[in-house]
Every structure is written in C-alpha cells, then in structure tokens.
Nanobody
C-alpha cells in the first residue's frame, strides 16, 4: 500500500487549500478513504471519511461546513478541499485507507503526510 499526499503549504487564516492523495498497491475502489491530521504536541485526529463509491461522507465537528472530502476512483485519487482555514487547522495531514469504516485512527494505513500551516 502506498499513499502519497500533496497540496499542503502555508496560508493565512481565512484562506483555502486543496490536498490531494494518490493511492497504489491496493484496490482503491474497495476501500474507505480518510483524512486525519496531527498538530504539534497533539494526538492524531480524524478529519473526514468517504465511502467506496463516494456515496457516504463524514466530518469531524471541527471542520464540518469548511472542508469537503471527495474521491476520483478512475484516478485512485482522494481530495480534501479546505476553506475558511483557521490557525487550529495547522497540522500534518495524512491520507489514510481502511477496508471498513469506523476504524480507530491510529490503526489506519497512512501516507507520509503533507504540512498545512495557517497563520493568523
């Protein structure tokens, strides 16, 4: 399994970023996909999940209404559109995959991460 994230960067509060992740080495269309993040000195935090056929999505309360998760199964791609960014969103963002939903974040297979820094 390989997951490679991109799209992170530095942005001012209120700005937007779009994260991307390409998956390989597994049957992308059979898996749930997730975004999780880890801020400095904090535990890993679940951000959003999307079902196999892009038919189900779920978001952490902290990002609901601001972030949108999506996937393109024809390209093995996962996306996270982030808007109205806040300094609390500063973290290393990981793309993750699981066969089933509702899996503990620390057991998910993750990529190397992409850094998002939001300055106020």
């Amino acid at each position: 399994v390989e997951l490679v994230e991109s799209g992170g960067g530095s942005v001012q509060a209120g700005g937007s970023l779009r994260l991307s992740c390409v998956g390989s080495g597994f049957f992308f269309t059979r898996n749930w996909m997730h975004w999780v993040r880890q801020a400095p000195g904090k535990e890993l935090e679940w951000v959003a999940s999307i079902g196999r056929d892009d038919d189900k999505t779920a978001y952490a309360d902290s990002v609901k209404g601001r972030f949108t998760i999506s996937r393109d199964n024809t390209k093995n791609m996962l996306y996270l559109q982030m808007t109205s960014l806040k300094s609390d969103d500063t973290a290393l963002y990981y793309c993750a995959t699981t066969r089933l939903p509702d899996v503990p974040v620390d057991t998910m297979t993750r990529g190397q991460g992409t850094q998002v820094t939001v300055s106020s």
